[in-house]
């Protein structure tokens, strides 16, 4: 009986010990699993804060990019702008000067064409004088030569 008992004792140690130690592995398998699972929900919250932060950074670089580009676009276009008006000012300038200018050469121009023609009615009239002057007696070439000589 006492060996019985001891058998008894040993087999429910036994029995008990396999009940427990996988009850006892499992949950502790159980807490590891739920304490990575845990630690995997904390590691991608903090991803994806990181992301939202770089996120937010790019947006905020990226503003403020476009905000430089727009206010360098707007300088450049007030530099065109007042180049433009000068232009403008020069052109406007120049328009009646050089009207004025052309005026002038074409009146001075005008005026040499008077001369022009005055000068080729005086020839007109000198050979006019020099073929009368031919057909004319020899008489009245010499009275001629000596009034002119005279």
Known sequence: MKNNTIKQFFVRF???LAISLPSSAAYSSEVDILREIKNLREDTNREFQNIHE???NLREDTTNQFKTLRE???KRF???DKRFDQLMWFIGLWIPLS???VG?????LNR??????EISRKSIEAEDMITAINKAKPE???RLKEALKG
Request: proline letters at 0%; zero cysteines.
């Open 14 to 16: 036994f029995l008990l």
């Open 54 to 56: 770089e996120n937010r």
């Open 72 to 74: 360098d676009m707007n």
């Open 78 to 80: 007030e530099q065109v």
């Open 99 to 101: 009207m004025a200018v």
């Open 104 to 108: 002038y050469i074409l009146q001075r």
């Open 112 to 117: 040499h064409d008077d001369r022009f023609f």
């Open 140 to 142: 009245t070439r010499k």
